[in-house]
């Protein structure tokens, strides 16, 4: 089966591609900046606190923490519309919910963080232009 | 029904990101009175002040499940119409809940602003 760029990419543990599309969120806000900013402040702040607890969780194989962890992390991540993480938490909370490997769930969860840590640099930058 | 006053709607929703966002969304969007929760169990306290409408995840992480929370409303409260949010891959358990009683469902990221206050004011209206 052909993979996209991106899917190619998180395999080398590289992105190059724009994982955010603020499309829905502007359109949400009714594109008010002082809204948008807002929104991406919480989600500045949210994100690596729900990675951490995913990380905590698969520290204690506690697979109830990163089945919801998981659940609601697509929420968060799709209000920026980074719809390349919704299969890998899909497949953690699948995976979560049926309390079986771990191993999985770590490699999925790197792949979690690399995508994360990419969508927290763009906002970042992004939100430049809000002030 | 006089909405000459807010529409007082109950999120139930246990990712405080996204009912930040929808939170603020429907006060720019129009005239609507918010109170969200992060469980059922606190939606359920509050029950008695009859809002207009409720919106609830049907996957609630902490305490009382959206399911369960659901059938305790929709039992104490059956003329309070329920709309349910679900993610993208959730879509099944949202039909299932709709089909138990609830006025609609929305997936998360499939809606705008615009569609969600149609749908809000349709089962308001009751129709």
Known sequence: MLKSESEKDIQKNTIIEPVCDLTYLSEMTGGKKNMMKAIMDVFLKQIPEELQSITDGIAKADYLVIKNYSHTMKSSVSIMSISILIPILKEMEDLGAKATDLDKIKQLNQQLNLICNQAIREIEKEKLNYI | ?127
């Open chain 2, 1 to 127: 029904m006089n909405h000459q006053t807010a529409i007082s709607i109950f999120i139930v929703e246990d990712n405080f990101l996204y009912t930040y966002m929808l939170e603020s969304a429907l006060k720019e969007h129009g005239n609507f009175k918010v109170t969200a929760f992060a469980t059922g169990e606190e939606c359920l306290e509050l029950l008695d002040n009859n809002p207009d409408i409720i919106i609830l995840d049907h996957l609630l992480g902490k305490g009382m499940n959206g399911l369960a929370t659901f059938k305790i409303i929709h039992s104490r409260k059956p003329k309070i119409p329920i709309i349910i949010l679900s993610c993208q891959t959730d879509a099944q358990v949202a039909i299932d809940t709709m089909k138990a009683g609830a006025y609609d469902y929305i997936q998360k990221q499939n809606y705008s602003i615009g569609e969600l206050e149609k749908t809000l004011l349709k089962a308001i209206r009751g129709n």
